[in-house]
């Protein structure tokens, strides 16, 4: 695995928002030493702003924390420290805007580069074990990076997901005592895992995809963990099957997504436009470059109470075995094709407002009996 450092003695400076703290700066600082914590990105309780805590060794027991203003995309940034924390490589931080309060913010200016280690009189001290998040405060999180542990249970095989890459993906479920999430393990760690198995997974990647999900990073550490008892867990799992209800009406709804690969947000243009404008990247492309989405929502009826759900089209397709994005200029034979359906069960997500899974009743049943 490779990590990005940059050279020694080149600074890296970053542009970012004011820091959170309502106190204004009364002066600069330097920070020397050793990173030895990175904390998932977190939100200012007093305004938006999203920063994360950089733990740095000063002395022999010894450590102050920087808080470092982080902007939404700019993950690349976080990772700098975390390959300096792993590498163990002295690093000296500067130009730090400090408080009356004597809280430090590495905010627009400030710049971090490595030193050689003859220049630090005290030895690298391993920091606390590292603090583990479970799968119900995931669900209250946004974003960030995040340590996990829990039981893996595969998805399906391993695939290249798209043209755009060479690495292997392989999507799993993970299980803890709080619940379950969807997890992408990529590359080399998928050979690290067997199913059923528990492993601790560091730095993984808070993300939404067809819902909350978590996907393994350059920075994840794989080990095993210790066996926890999921047997409520799966019971609530099994529970979340809607059996063979009847579907009252479907909605296919086909969008355009910005083709930033870093966005692929929702967006619309102008009636008669030929170019579209992402208003969350700022980012303005034309219309036939864009991306497209679907979304296909339905409100399924059983034992006289209705559950309105969204499907997205890996799941849809999935079960119909075919790609339902054939019927983006056309949407009437699918919608015709899912109205028709009869006999097939629904599986939901924890929230109960997302299909997890499809399946007709019979395989339903069969699978269930080998849970």
Same mark, same amino acid.
């Given at each position: 695995?490779? *990590?990005?450092? =940059? @050279?020694?003695?080149?600074?890296?400076?970053?542009?970012?928002?004011?820091?959170?703290?309502?106190?204004?700066?009364?002066?600069?600082?330097?920070?020397?030493?050793?990173?030895? &914590?990175?904390?998932? $990105?977190?939100?200012?309780?007093?305004?938006?702003?999203?920063?994360?805590?950089?733990? $740095?060794?000063?002395?022999?027991?010894?450590?102050?924390?920087?808080?470092?203003?982080?902007?939404?995309?700019?993950?690349?940034?976080? &990772?700098?420290?975390?390959?300096?924390?792993?590498?163990?490589?002295?690093?000296?931080?500067?130009?730090?805007?400090?408080?009356?309060?004597?809280?430090?913010?590495?905010?627009?200016?400030?710049?971090?580069?490595?030193?050689?280690?003859?220049?630090?009189?005290?030895?690298?001290?391993?920091?606390?074990?590292?603090?583990?998040?479970?799968?119900?405060? #995931?669900?209250?999180?946004?974003?960030?990076?995040?340590?996990?542990?829990?039981?893996?249970?595969?998805?399906?095989?391993?695939?290249? =997901?798209?043209?755009?890459?060479?690495?292997? $993906?392989?999507?799993?479920?993970?299980?803890?005592?709080?619940?379950?999430?969807?997890?992408?393990?990529?590359?080399? &760690?998928?050979?690290?895992?067997?199913?059923?198995?528990?492993?601790?997974?560091?730095?993984?990647?808070?993300?939404?995809?067809?819902?909350?999900? #978590?996907?393994?990073?350059?920075?994840?550490?794989?080990?095993?963990?210790?066996?926890?008892? #999921?047997?409520?867990?799966?019971?609530?799992?099994?529970?979340?099957?809607?059996?063979?209800?009847?579907?009252? *009406?479907?909605?296919?709804?086909?969008?355009?997504?910005?083709?930033?690969?870093?966005?692929?947000?929702?967006?619309?243009?102008? @009636?008669?436009?030929?170019?579209?404008?992402?208003? +969350?990247? *700022?980012?303005?492309?034309?219309?036939? *470059?864009?991306?497209?989405?679907?979304?296909?929502?339905?409100?399924?009826?059983?034992?006289?109470?209705?559950? @309105?759900?969204?499907?997205?089209?890996?799941?849809?397709?999935?079960?119909?075995?075919?790609?339902?994005?054939?019927?983006?200029?056309?949407?009437?034979?699918?919608?015709?094709?899912? #109205?028709?359906?009869?006999? $097939?069960?629904?599986?939901?997500?924890? +929230?109960?407002?997302?299909?997890?899974?499809?399946?007709? &009743?019979?395989?339903?049943?069969?699978?269930?009996? +080998?849970?």
């Amino acid at each position: 695995m490779s *990590n990005f450092t =940059p @050279p020694p003695s080149k600074r890296v400076k970053y542009g970012m928002p004011s820091s959170p703290a309502s106190p204004s700066s009364t002066s600069a600082a330097i920070v020397i030493g050793y990173i030895q &914590h990175v904390t998932p $990105v977190k939100q200012s309780q007093a305004s938006s702003n999203l920063y994360f805590d950089v733990k $740095v060794q000063t002395a022999n027991q010894e450590s102050k924390i920087v808080k470092v203003m982080h902007q939404k995309g700019d993950g690349c940034k976080r &990772h700098i420290f975390v390959d300096k924390m792993n590498a163990q490589q002295p690093v000296k931080i500067s130009n730090l805007s400090v408080t009356a309060s004597g809280t430090m913010f590495f905010n627009k200016g400030a710049g971090i580069q490595d030193l050689p280690s003859h220049t630090i009189t005290f030895q690298y001290e391993v920091q606390d074990p590292f603090e583990v998040t479970m799968v119900n405060s #995931l669900m209250k999180s946004t974003t960030g990076n995040f340590n996990v542990h829990g039981s893996i249970k595969w998805k399906g095989e391993a695939h290249i =997901p798209s043209e755009k890459t060479t690495q292997f $993906v392989r999507d799993a479920t993970l299980t803890d005592t709080s619940g379950s999430i969807p997890l992408s393990i990529w590359g080399e &760690h998928i050979t690290a895992v067997e199913e059923g198995n528990f492993y601790t997974f560091t730095e993984c990647k808070l993300r939404h995809f067809y819902g909350k999900c #978590l996907t393994t990073t350059k920075s994840t550490t794989v080990s095993a963990a210790e066996k926890q008892n #999921l047997t409520k867990v799966k019971q609530q799992e099994v529970q979340n099957w809607i059996c063979c209800p009847e579907i009252l *009406n479907v909605a296919v709804s086909p969008f355009l997504t910005c083709n930033n690969k870093d966005c692929k947000k929702k967006i619309t243009s102008p @009636p008669g436009s030929n170019i579209a404008k992402c208003l +969350n990247c *700022n980012r303005s492309m034309l219309i036939k *470059n864009c991306y497209v989405d679907m979304t296909v929502s339905f409100n399924l009826e059983k034992d006289g109470k209705v559950f @309105p759900v969204t499907a997205f089209p890996k799941v849809v397709s999935a079960f119909l075995q075919e790609d339902i994005f054939n019927y983006r200029e056309d949407t009437e034979p699918l919608i015709e094709k899912l #109205l028709l359906l009869d006999s $097939v069960d629904f599986q939901l997500s924890q +929230n109960g407002k997302l299909v997890a899974k499809m399946q007709d &009743h019979e395989q339903s049943s069969d699978s269930s009996d +080998n849970k």
